[in-house]
């Protein structure tokens, strides 16, 4: 089992809808907790970034830790074309970071 | 820069090559990171430096991977005697705090090809 468990889709919905993004984890070590966005031959973007349970709002994205359950999501409102990318998430204990395999993303116009 | 640069974006090499590839972090940057992203999957980690420090090479997949950063600044990443299994995308990032908890700034990688 890995680390780190996100569906890879590919995921398509239409401009204007609530985009929906998860990923479980195992280790319970995991201390923070990050999406980053890559956009195709590109490197990651780190979107949000936090190290609590609860939720972390950045315009239209909202980022949701729930350590309990060893779940975080990420949500994107009012989606849009330009959002069509690679949504990883990832998990860092120490030094180390630990990816999900990233879910594609089409937002159809 | 203003961001992490990487060189050289694409490299095909032949099987049994040694290759080299360079990454400038961003300025003042203290913690430098190397990744692997094979298709489709998301990077795994390969080595960690503090400084010029290696502290964690535990993610390098055989002796025939080696990384350094001499100066604390620029970073090289060797591989010798390529093999297939090589063929990926590697990525460096750099982070501003000692251990990366503020969120690492990547590079657009270089596109191995092992033919």
């Known amino acids: 089992q890995k680390e780190v468990e996100q569906d890879p889709g590919p995921l398509s919905v239409p401009e204007g809808a609530i985009v929906s993004l998860n990923c479980t984890y195992s280790?319970?070590?995991?201390?923070?907790f990050m999406w980053y966005r890559q956009y195709s031959r590109k490197g990651p973007e780190l979107l949000m970034y936090t190290y609590s349970s609860g939720n972390k709002e950045d315009g239209r994205f909202t980022a949701q830790v729930d350590k309990s359950s060893k779940y975080i999501s990420l949500f994107i409102r009012d989606s849009q074309p330009s959002d069509s990318a690679t949504y990883l998430c990832a998990m860092m204990t120490g030094n180390q970071f630990y990816f999900g395999t990233g879910t594609s993303l089409t937002v159809i116009p | 820069g203003a961001g992490v640069s990487q060189s050289p974006r694409y490299k095909v090499a032949k099987r049994g090559q040694d290759v080299a590839l360079r990454c400038d972090p961003i300025?003042?940057?203290?913690?430098l990171f190397w990744y692997q992203q094979a298709l489709g999957q998301g990077p795994e980690f390969l080595t960690y430096f503090q400084n010029e420090a290696q502290l964690d090479k535990s993610g390098l997949p055989s002796d025939r991977f080696f990384a350094e950063r001499p100066e604390g600044s620029v970073s090289t990443l060797k591989i010798q005697r390529t093999q297939q299994e090589d063929s990926a995308v590697y990525l460096c990032?750099?982070?501003?705090?000692?251990?990366?908890?503020?969120?690492?700034?990547f590079g657009s990688g270089t596109r191995l090809t092992v033919v």
């Open positions: 300025s003042g940057h203290v913690s």
């Open positions: 990032a750099s982070s501003l705090g000692l251990s990366g908890n503020y969120g690492y700034t």
């Open positions: 280790n319970s070590a995991f201390q923070y």
